[in-house]
């Protein structure tokens, strides 16, 4: 007999559906590429990279400027299912957004098991905290803050959109119950609570009223193309502006591509968000 703890699913089962790195086959290339084109970049910014707002070592914030002052700022969280990846992989993706007049701030937190769920949301309101303060400094409006993600860092845009001064958020390939991660291996190091899962899965949550891009590659797995659907259809039956975008011809990885070019598809939602 089958022991479904999800859906339809198995644990073995859901966390092959949850597998972003084992579904794209070459996803340990395309990283090697990420990381070499974000060294490149750096090089430009030295002075702004790792920037503390907090006292763990991975509470460090990368900081692009425009070159335009009182400039829009775009902040960028990475992925990695809470527990892994890092900052400095995706500094590449400043470039896109950099050539279209925002400045960019690329934020790290600190991962499981070291820190729990609430934990790490805690620690992005304490990064975009910092920010404001500093944006005197650093030179940007501080009431025209966009939020994004990727993947977990997704899910993490999307839990401070309330914060002020954030205006909009553009999520890209992400993850709005913690329900189904609970159940299967990735929940080994994040040891989700019931509470936990009630408490920080945006889509058992009351809605922000502010306008999100919710973004997902068609040749994602089945489930994340799922949860970005489902998190987008809600929130429109509540009337709430944003879109939902499903990329062709991309995977959880190569969705990236598109913010990195000025003119690719996340790059021109992230423009079109000042319109809303």
């Known amino acids: 007999m089958d022991n479904y703890v999800y859906r339809n699913f198995t644990r073995e089962s859901l966390g092959k559906a949850y597998d972003n790195t084992s579904a794209v086959k070459n996803s340990s290339e395309i ?7 974000s060294a490149e970049i750096s090089k430009q910014f030295q ?12 509470e460090r914030i990368d900081y692009f400027s425009c070159g335009k002052k009182d400039a829009p700022l775009f902040i960028f969280i990475h992925g990695g299912y809470w527990q892994m990846r890092c900052k400095d992989t995706f500094r590449f993706l400043a470039k896109g957004p950099i050539a279209q007049g925002f400045d960019v701030a690329s934020v790290g937190y600190p991962l499981a098991p070291s820190a729990s769920i609430g934990e790490i949301v805690a620690s992005i309101r304490n990064a975009l905290y910092f920010l404001r303060c500093h944006s005197d400094v650093l030179g940007f409006d501080n009431s ?10 997704a899910h993490l845009a999307v839990s401070v959109l309330d914060e002020p001064g954030v205006c909009g958020a553009l999520a890209i390939s992400g993850i ?13 190091k994040l040891q989700l609570t019931e509470n936990e899962i009630l408490l920080y899965s945006p889509l058992r949550r009351p809605f922000v009223k502010k306008p999100i891009a919710v973004v ?28 939902f975008n499903l990329l062709s011809n991309h995977n959880h990885f190569t969705i990236l591509e598109e913010l990195e070019n000025p003119e690719g598809s996340l790059t021109q939602l992230l423009v079109q968000l000042i319109k809303y």
């Open 47 to 58: 002075d702004t990279m790792n920037l503390h707002y907090g006292m763990d070592s991975r």
């Open 31 to 37: 990283l090697e590429g990420f990381n070499a084109r």
């Open 176 to 188: 709005y119950d913690l329900k189904p991660i609970s159940q299967c291996f990735l929940n080994d």
């Open 144 to 153: 025209r803050i966009y939020v994004s993600g990727w993947s977990a860092g």
């Open 216 to 243: 997902v590659g068609a040749n994602e797995l089945p489930e994340l193309r799922r949860q970005s659907a489902e998190f987008a259809m809600h929130r429109a039956e509540e009337d709430i502006p944003g879109s």
